[in-house]
DNA sequence: TGTAACATACCGACCAGTTGGTATGTTAAT
DNA sequence: ATTAACATACCAACTGGTCGGTATGTTACA
């Protein structure tokens, strides 16, 4: 008996993860998920009760991750400034570094695949999803708050829209990256949206 | 006989487009298409070599249609105004009012639909889309460097890479759109690249 | 003008292959 | 001996696609 069930579940997560970021989740079928994993049928759905699962599972993790990923490169950025505007800048400036590391075509995001595809879910999924971005809403209006308390902006501007902002330029940019099939479009989106916070809230020149 | 077989093949092209964005390609059926179509498998098959070609035939549409609503939408903002940099805000103001006059929520971006399953796909459908998004560079491009010419940027900035904002943007809005169901997010979207590009070339307060 | 020859538009039963899922093993560690 | 962790064989439902057929056109020519 395998002494680390738990590997064969993550492999399986993996394949599965990887495929359906480039076929969906409704082009996906479990045989093409245990052939790239290299385990049986019966392996799938003893740890799977159903692909359903698998998809919810997915979503899980993957907002897990995303989540401890913007806390954890928020954490980096406040720690290199005092300033809310700078540790702004820093923070967005750390996620353009990450992209331009990468030497492989960005894999894409997984809640906007499943967004695509929002009728083969169930609404909990949805949920999941949208719970997750507005996470990033919230850690980001936050310090918008403190930055606009500190450096009075040069025009009016709705702050809840401007934290959905980057958001909104991660989700677009890997949309052009992927057609385009360049990463260094999602890293320029990134540096247009840290010259417009520049520019909003940064001295005059 | 019918006498207008066109209308056949349109109703099976909208409801498949419909049903498309709502599932994806790979988890749509042609018994799905068939049935909201109400249609035969028969005539789906006369009209339709495959449920590729389908698809093929489907997003070739959707460009037409998209570079054809581009060319106007760009044609009518430059009726509105002489300075480009005027043309371009009214541009984009446009789009937010098509957007804010709609009363259901958004339908998706067929694009990006394909984009999140490209391996289900021929190249050159991949292509189709790469040129539809190219056309939207190019258009907004050369409308920035006419600004430029007229409106010293108070910022260096990346123009290529400002154009590709626009497509970015609304991508990245239909995303967010989608997951929270509100079309508002689109429009405020919208507005954050018209203030942008305001503060980039606009006059000093 | 009538009609034979043919084309177009469509129907729905049917097909082989695939799908997600199950039932029944086998193996090995506790 | 029990049970977790698989493997294999299998199943019914569904998949995209084909087929023979029919109803309604259009065209050409006697």
Redesign the interface.
Known sequence: MNKDPESTRTKIMNAAESIIL???????TVSNVIEQAGVSKGAFFHHFSSKAELGEELVQRYADQDAEHLEQTLRKAEGLSDDPLQQMLIFIKLFEQEIESLEKPFP?CL???Y??????FDPNI?DI??ES?LLWRTRVLDKLKKIEQEHPP??D??LE??A??L???????F??S???NENR?IA??L??YH??L???FGPD?
């Open positions: 480039d076929k969906g989740f409704g082009g996906t894409g809640f906007a695949s967004l695509q595809q929002s009728e083969l949805l999803i949208r971005m040069r025009r501007v709705d829209s401007l959905d902002m958001m909104v330029i991660f989700e677009g940019s949309v052009l992927q057609s385009l479009v320029q989106q540096s247009n010259s417009y520049k520019l909003l020149k």
